[in-house]
């Protein structure tokens, strides 16, 4: 993949020195730009749709191991991901990606007839693109971002019941040279719950003190939602990172996360601020107050608890839920 991956690298910055020179039009570019890409490499996986204890549903990388969310699915701009989707369970279903490109019949939504019935497997294929250089120095974007995937096809035409009941996940398109992160969670926002739980059953991600993180945040369900992490902060761009002192990004430690959005950032845990039982949650009240928060312990450096973190967590596992009617798996 290597040699694949410097031989597209060449080829980009010679259709953009050709471009900003004016010796090709943009059709042409986009042409060549199209061969280059197509020698993106292809990925097959497997993945298990299965039901769950407690009324959910997860996808999984090999039989039994299904979760919510399911697992991190990740390309390189230009690859692309076939993906073998064996359906476990009695119910149709489906997966969907956002921000990458595909055909009708790998939609995976009833109304492309794109989507296992029960027990069916079938195979959706994802590709995605590199920037494209076209005249007057101006770019179509390429396909990298922190996006999603879930089911189209439980319950409704739009998946409304598979959503519901945990089949959804994250996936990352990412760019070359882009920088890979030690560590990564999925926050899902779905209706009043984190990852289908409430607190203090939502997940309790851990780091070391200076490891880096990344952070891909979800929103689904039928409620808008907002996203804050205590004591780290983000840059509001693609990547989350400032690419140079005159970035002119907004920085943040909160953002929407409204149902079908997404974004990812990467932050060094506990910088500038140190370890500790530090929590993430949604930031509209009674949703909080709900039972939407969850907690990011910074250890110290060498792995230990930092001085007060055990009677944080002790805190939190004693936080006060205002609203017991949510599903609990
Ligand atoms: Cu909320």
Known sequence: MDDNVVGRVVSRRRLLAAG????????????????????????RITLYAEALPGGRFGYGLAPGEATVPGPVLEMWEGDTLEITLVNRTDQR???????VDYSTDSDGSPLNA??????????YVWRSHEMI?????????????YWHYHDHAMGTDHGTAGLAKGLYGALVVRRRGDMLPEK????????????????PDTPMFEANLGQRVEWIAIGHGGTFHTFHLHAHRWADNRTGMLEGPADPSQIID???LNPGSSFGFQVLAGQGVGPG?????????FHSDGGMAGLFLVRNADGSMPPGAEEAIHRFHGHAQHHDEGVQG
């Open 184 to 199: 990564q969670f999925t926050v899902v926002f779905n209706d009043m719950m984190i990852n289908n739980r409430m607190a």
């Open 254 to 256: 909160n953002k929407d």
């Open 277 to 285: 039982a530090w929590m993430y949650h949604c930031h509209v009240q």
């Open 133 to 145: 250089a076209t005249e007057g120095r101006r770019f179509l974007p390429g396909s990298a971002g």
């Open 93 to 99: 279903l489906s997966i969907h990606p956002h921000g």
């Open 114 to 123: 794109s989507f296992n019935a029960p027990g069916e497997t079938r195979t």
């Open 20 to 43: 900003a020179a004016g010796l090709a039009t943009p059709v042409a570019v986009a042409a060549a730009n199209r061969a280059s890409a197509a020698t993106g490499a292809t990925r």
